[in-house]
């Protein structure tokens, strides 16, 4: 059963840069049939979208974001990260990793997450 | 942007009754590209509901979504003590591209 799991640092300072990975385990990366996606969500606040990545490399982000957000894959590694630079405490948040579902064929990518991980709490205080 | 606007905030029903969770969007939803993830405390979220009306693989049937437009409703026929939990609605019709989330309804055992 393919599973997903956040991990990095939980406490980043202001300014710095949050780093987190996200493990695939029970299944390939390099699947043709999934995006891979960061989703956040602030204390007591709703979801947010961050950006996504096929395993070829190609990205999806964010345009609130787009100017801080990187996010990579290793395949090697079944994993994919996310670089956030220039934090504040608006980015304290639980960031979740999660897949969405692409159909290779046609090109036609769904923006539904269909799997998910537990997320994890990265707060940014000095 | 699209914003979202679940009701009621928390809902208190007793196992056995009938739930029915509120998504309104600010316009309108193309293609009813709207989902709903079920979310307990510490766990990932899981997908219900995508299509507006598609029940995600091995998700019960008395999980069933509806609407179109700016309106979209969850409804759990009969609430198991499994269901108690925390519902989102999401619209993937519009930018951004992985859309945008309503801010959740609990639902609490009465």
């Known amino acids: 059963q393919l599973q997903l799991q956040e991990s990095g640092p939980g406490l980043v300072k202001p300014s710095e840069t949050l780093s987190l990975t996200c493990t695939v385990s029970?299944?390939?990366?390099?699947?043709?049939?999934?995006?891979w996606g960061w989703i956040r969500q602030p204390p007591g606040k709703g979801l947010e979208w961050i950006g996504s990545?096929?395993?070829?490399?190609?990205?999806y982000y964010n345009p609130s974001l787009k100017s801080r957000v990187t996010i990579s894959v290793d395949t090697s590694k079944n994993q994919f990260s996310l670089k956030l630079s220039s934090v504040t405490a608006a980015d304290t948040a639980v960031y979740y990793c999660a897949r969405h579902p692409y159909d290779f064929w046609s090109g036609y990518l769904n923006w539904y997450f269909d799997l998910w991980g537990r997320g994890t709490l990265v707060t940014v205080s000095s | 942007e699209i914003v979202l606007t679940q009701s009621p905030g928390t809902l208190s029903l007793s196992p056995g009754e009938r739930a029915t969770l509120s998504c309104r969007a600010s316009?309108?939803?193309?293609?009813?590209?709207l989902a709903w993830y079920q979310q307990k405390p510490g766990q990932a979220p899981r997908l219900l509901i995508y299509g507006a009306s598609s029940r995600a693989t091995g998700i019960p049937d008395r999980f069933s979504g509806s609407g179109s437009g700016t309106d979209f409703t969850l409804t759990i026929s009969r609430l198991e003590p499994e269901d108690f939990a925390v519902y989102y609605c999401q619209q993937y019709g519009s930018s951004p591209p992985g859309g945008t989330f309503g801010q959740g309804t609990k639902v609490e055992i009465k």
């Open positions: 316009q309108s939803v193309s293609s009813s590209y």
């Open positions: 029970g299944g390939s990366i390099s699947s043709s049939s999934y995006y």
């Open positions: 990545i096929y395993y070829s490399g190609s990205t």
